[in-house]
């Protein structure tokens, strides 16, 4: 007959595996949490610039166009991540009301301190 696992292993190895799923799950979290800082990063920069090449180049739909692939490429974007991103913050009050506050006070900073031609410099 096998020897019974004695109470203070089970409770050691119960309390060893606990910790390492904490630490798995705070892993992840900090991940995921840095994935999504990045994407807002990445959302608000986009679109400011984007808005700015649209008042900049109004009436001139070429330089609009070569402005917004410049600035996609810049950021590693494209109009479908934009909607996809747009539309999965939507659904999340607070944080698309985050956003969209960022991107109205970085808009009307950089139209108060700088000129257009910097705004699209690398």
Aim: hydrophobic fraction near 45%.
């Amino acid at each position: 007959m096998a020897a019974a696992v004695k109470p203070s292993r089970l409770f050691s190895a119960i309390l060893v595996s606990i910790i390492a799923v904490c630490a798995i799950v705070f892993v992840v979290a900090r991940r995921t949490k840095s994935v999504q800082m990045n994407d807002e990063a990445r959302f608000v920069n986009t679109y400011v610039a984007l808005s700015l090449a649209k008042e900049r180049f109004e009436g001139f739909p070429d330089s609009t166009r070569e402005a917004y692939i410049s600035i996609f490429k810049k950021y590693d974007t494209d109009s479908t991540w934009m909607d996809n991103f747009a539309h999965r913050t939507a659904r999340q009050i607070g944080t698309s009301e985050r956003l969209w506050q960022a991107v109205l006070a970085r808009l009307d900073s950089l139209r108060k301190s700088t000129t257009p031609d910097t705004i699209f410099a690398d």
